[in-house]
């Protein structure tokens, strides 16, 4: 008998076999080693009774699968005789045209890569177009900070600009930095004077979006999940070429117009964009889009200060009191109130520097306190190891360190 090819299964099945027939298992015990159901291990076993080692191994080894392409052979044979050096896409297509031979591009490729017979490719690098713009004011804007001298006095500084994909609209905001505050503030403008738009395109700052693999989000992604503003990951500036592109308008108009009115402050230059500046550059540059509609929302009665903010989670301590920012800050307690200490609840540090506490969108009321209780004037420490009571040297027979501590009551004296 020759030898026999099994599986790393069928080979547990055999030793397991062999113990069912030396009477050490049970066949219950057997299907549950086996993972097989009990009609499944009897049948099992009588085919091993019948025919050895061979019964266990599967009927179908060796055999044609019924799903094999009936005519690989002929297809390959024909591949090599005449169409050698096609690719599978082209070859299938003449197998199909000149020789009625039907088979899949896919499965041509992959039958030519195990016979060895075709290689790969090599991939040249993709053609790349420039994007077409979305059709609607409001459907997508670009986001992103342009650091530069933007005052012409050696310090670099952050203009955040907004760019509407499909109209090119911009609205821009300076701060000494790109942080979560400038970016609040760009997008409180945005949304007060045109509407909520759908999403956003960002790169991969973290200001903007959350690092990979983690839970947690960063401060603009809870804000624009609760406006239900979708952001977009950018992986590359090209990506958002049209915000890119823009900073490069700013930094050759804006600067000059600062230069033109001696503006040497933050606070200046953002009255410059708000006063005109801003409006001028649309005018100049505006696209009229395909869909006169805009895409924006309304946004009703959505408070943004309770959006735009830094949101954190505290716990409520045993004096319902919880700690921020190195501050104790009391919860009034009120009838009717449900929180309760270890519940958790949420401190929102607001654009103008505010604090408000919320409880399941229910707003507390909290006062700041002065400190942490004063420390209890200072007393004359007595050093308890040589000091014992005048009860405690009474019965101190009645007690067990009189048998087993006794040097330590000799050492306190009388």
Not at 25 to 54: M, P, V, W
Not at 163 to 186: N, P, Q, W
Not at 303 to 311: G, K, R, T
Not at 327 to 342: L, N, S, T
Request: glycine share 4%; proline share 3%; net charge positive.
């Amino acid at each position: 008998m020759g030898n026999l090819v099994m599986s790393e299964k069928e080979r547990l099945c055999l030793s397991i076999m062999k113990m069912v027939s030396q009477g050490r298992l049970t066949l219950i015990q057997a299907a549950e080693q086996c993972q097989f159901s009990y009609r499944q291990i009897k049948r099992l076993y009588r085919r091993y009774k019948a025919e050895g080692d061979a019964g266990l191994v599967h009927q179908a080894r060796g055999q044609k699968s019924n799903r094999r392409h009936p005519h690989r052979e002929t297809i390959i044979a024909r591949y090599k005789e005449r169409y050698e050096g096609f690719g599978p896409t082209l070859a299938a297509e003449k197998l199909q045209e000149d020789d009625h031979l039907y088979v899949d591009h896919d499965t041509l490729r992959g039958w030519l890569l195990e016979e060895n017979i075709w290689h790969k490719q090599r991939k040249r690098s993709p053609y790349r177009r420039q994007r077409e713009r979305c059709a609607q004011f409001g459907e997508l804007i670009q986001i992103d900070g342009s650091i530069h001298d933007w005052l012409e006095d050696g310090c670099l500084r952050c203009l955040l600009n907004m760019v509407d994909d499909a109209t090119g609209k911009t609205l821009a905001h300076m701060e000494s930095g790109e942080t979560s505050r400038c970016v609040f503030i760009v997008i409180w403008k945005w949304i007060e004077r045109y509407g909520i738009p759908l999403a956003f395109y960002v790169d991969l700052k973290s200001v903007y979006v959350s690092k990979k693999n983690t839970a947690t989000f960063s401060h603009v992604e809870k804000a624009c999940k609760k406006l239900g503003i979708r952001i977009i990951r950018a992986y590359s500036p090209q990506a958002k070429g049209r915000v890119e592109r823009n900073h490069a308008v700013y930094q050759d108009r804006f600067v000059k117009e600062l230069r033109l009115k001696k503006i040497k402050t933050i606070d200046d230059a953002n009255i410059v964009l708000e006063n005109g500046f801003i409006d001028k550059l649309n005018m100049k540059f505006e696209k009229i889009p395909r869909n006169p509609h805009s895409a924006h929302r309304p946004l009703n009665d959505i408070d943004l200060n309770q959006i735009l903010c830094w949101e954190y989670e505290r716990q409520v301590n045993n004096d319902w009191t919880i700690s921020f920012q190195n501050k104790c800050y009391q919860i009034e307690k009120r009838y009717g109130d449900i929180v309760h200490p270890k519940a958790d609840v949420f401190v929102r540090r607001h654009l103008d520097n505010s604090i408000s506490v919320w409880y399941k969108e229910k707003k507390l009321s909290v006062t700041l306190l002065d400190g942490q209780p004063k420390n209890l004037p200072k007393q004359k420490i007595i050093d308890v190891t040589y000091s014992v009571s005048v009860s405690a040297r009474a019965n101190k027979a009645k007690t067990p360190w009189s048998n087993f501590n006794s040097h330590w009551l000799k050492k306190t004296g009388t």
